[in-house]
């Protein structure tokens, strides 16, 4: 470190070498064989893998972390450890965005309509179209708050319906998976999981799902780890998204929430 400080200092000419390499305590002899020394394999290698880590970096618009950094380069075939790439984002001054504080959404309906936990923490399917999960996430704007609603494949975890309301009423629900049905136009009997939320819990729901061939699955109460999925997508979007900017209206939410879920 002493070194490449003074090859700063001796390149803009603040100061001479020996002068600088008298008050750090090292030698010239030292200094110079460390400036003329071919930079390692080791070495090189690092630049390049930062070079890249960069690229990706940019292309995510700044918002990974570690892991989902090297889950980036595994895919493009460097074989590298976790640990390494958290040396060089953090030599690179490279860090993903950190969510903030959780707040409780889900209000538990007074008469909850009985419905098993068909997933039991499996958060698989064999194939598209077979099981799918869902939330309520809320967003602060200017104009109030306003409502995020989700339905999430998790053979693929893609978004495949979604919905912004201003309220929480089974309707936001409702209409998140209206689209997911046009979309996908499932087969009878997919399954639809989700916490125990009153919009989910509600009669109007159980109607709902009734009519278009879904099956109901509901996790614990106050259990966060049976709609796991769920969550960590609200957790990706508000951090990547949400927390970074204001939001003056609903309107501005919706399209950058198409923008980010449905072309980044």
């Not at 980036?72 to 074989?79: A, N, P």
């Not at 001054?93 to 707040?103: C, D, E, F």
């Not at 099956?215 to 259990?223: E, F």
């Amino acid at each position: 470190m002493k070194f490449a400080a003074i090859a700063d200092w001796a390149e803009s000419g603040d100061f001479p070498i020996e002068f600088m390499c008298r008050e750090l305590g090292v030698s010239r002899s030292g200094y110079y064989a460390w400036r003329d020394r071919a930079p390692s394999q080791r070495e090189r290698a690092d630049h390049g893998l930062t070079a890249i880590i960069t690229q990706v970096y940019e292309r995510l618009r700044g918002n990974p972390g570690v892991r989902r950094v090297h889950a980036e380069l595994i895919t493009l075939g460097h074989r590298v450890s976790p640990k390494r790439v958290w040396r060089l984002m953090k030599a690179a001054g490279l860090q993903g965005r950190h969510p903030k504080p959780w707040k409780r959404t889900t209000i538990v309906g007074d008469a909850p309509v009985p419905a098993l936990d068909l997933i039991g923490r499996d958060f698989t399917a064999e194939a598209p179209n077979q099981r799918w999960c869902g939330d309520i996430t809320y967003v602060k704007t200017w104009d109030g708050w306003a409502y995020v609603a989700t339905v999430i494949d998790l053979h693929s975890r893609a978004v495949v319906g979604w919905a912004i309301a201003e309220h929480m009423r089974t309707e936001l629900v409702t209409a998140a998976l209206d689209m997911a049905l046009a979309r996908r136009e499932p087969p009878a009997g997919v399954i639809f999981h989700s916490d125990r939320g009153s919009q989910y819990t509600s009669t109007i729901f159980a109607e709902y799902c009734a009519k278009n061939g879904i099956r109901r699955s509901l996790g614990r109460t106050g259990i966060c780890f049976d709609n796991a999925v769920s969550e960590s997508f609200f957790a990706t979007y508000k951090k990547e998204l949400v927390h970074t900017r204001p939001w003056p209206t609903v309107k501005h939410l919706t399209k950058e929430t198409f923008d980010w879920i449905e072309t980044y």
